[in-house]
């Protein structure tokens, strides 16, 4: 028979695996217990950071547009502070009784031209209110009639004077002083914004009177105008010329085409 002692010997092994038993599944149960990964608010998370990049990229995007509007605005204010500049000392080298390009020193003294039928006709560049200014108005000397035109000008009244030199190159296409009015008139038209027909203007001033004392000048504003008018490799090919062209143009020519030249970003 077994005794007391050899009957407690496998009961208490036997509580020990038990214990041990338990030990090893506690893990794994308490493991079981854990909530399952939460993946939906993954994917809203996900959906917010590429929502938020969208908004930094548009906002980039809108950023770069008003910087280019406010460069584009900073341009046209210096371009009309130019022009206002250069209004203000064309008018005062005219009010000083400068003479023209060709002009006679005495309006008296200016010759008649032969009127020719057969000559075409400029047509005037109709911009705005320009009917102060009837046909009858226009004096029967050419001398007269560009004197006309030239206090218009001085005047600061750019509209009237614009139809003033169109009606002067009508009636006397040959006068010593129609290149002098070919020059005006464009600069009138790029002074009252026309800029497809200043340049006209100013390639017919440069195709008639090449070699003239304004033809630099004329060079330097018809890349104005072109620049204007958006033709910016045609722009700037005209104010590189101007130097390779006239060579001896006046400082005051040359600094205006290189600051037109270096607003327009062109390369050298």
Do not use: H
Request: with cysteine.
């Amino acid at each position: 028979m077994m005794d007391s002692a050899s009957l407690k010997t496998p009961r208490r092994f036997a509580a020990l695996l038990a214990a041990a038993g338990f030990l090893f599944a506690l893990p794994a149960s308490a493991q079981t217990q854990l909530p399952p990964p939460t993946y939906g608010q993954a994917d809203q998370r996900q959906d917010r950071i590429e929502e938020l990049e969208t908004q930094l990229r548009d906002a980039t995007a809108e950023n770069e547009r008003i910087q280019f509007e406010l460069l584009q605005a900073q341009r046209e204010i210096q371009r009309l502070r130019g022009l206002v500049g250069e209004l203000a000392g064309v008018n005062q080298s005219l009010s000083q009784g400068a003479p023209a390009e060709g002009a006679p020193r005495s309006p008296a003294a200016a010759p008649q031209p032969e009127r020719r039928s057969e000559a075409p006709a400029p047509q005037p560049q109709q911009t705005g209110s320009l009917g102060t200014l009837p046909a009858s108005a226009l004096p029967g000397d050419a001398g007269q009639a560009y004197s006309v035109a030239r206090e218009l000008l001085v005047n600061g009244k750019y509209a009237e004077a614009e139809v003033a030199f169109a009606q002067f190159l009508q009636a006397f296409p040959e006068a010593t002083t129609a290149a002098d009015a070919r020059f005006w008139y464009a600069f009138t038209l790029y002074a009252r914004t026309n800029y497809e027909g200043a340049r006209d203007g100013f390639v017919e001033y440069l195709r008639t009177a090449p070699n003239g004392p304004r033809a630099p000048e004329a060079q330097a504003r018809l890349g104005m105008a072109l620049a204007q008018l958006g033709q910016t490799r045609q722009a700037c090919s005209a104010f590189a010329n101007l130097p390779r062209r006239y060579p001896s143009a006046p400082r005051n020519v040359r600094d205006l085409a290189t600051r037109e030249a270096t607003a327009l970003r062109c390369t050298a």
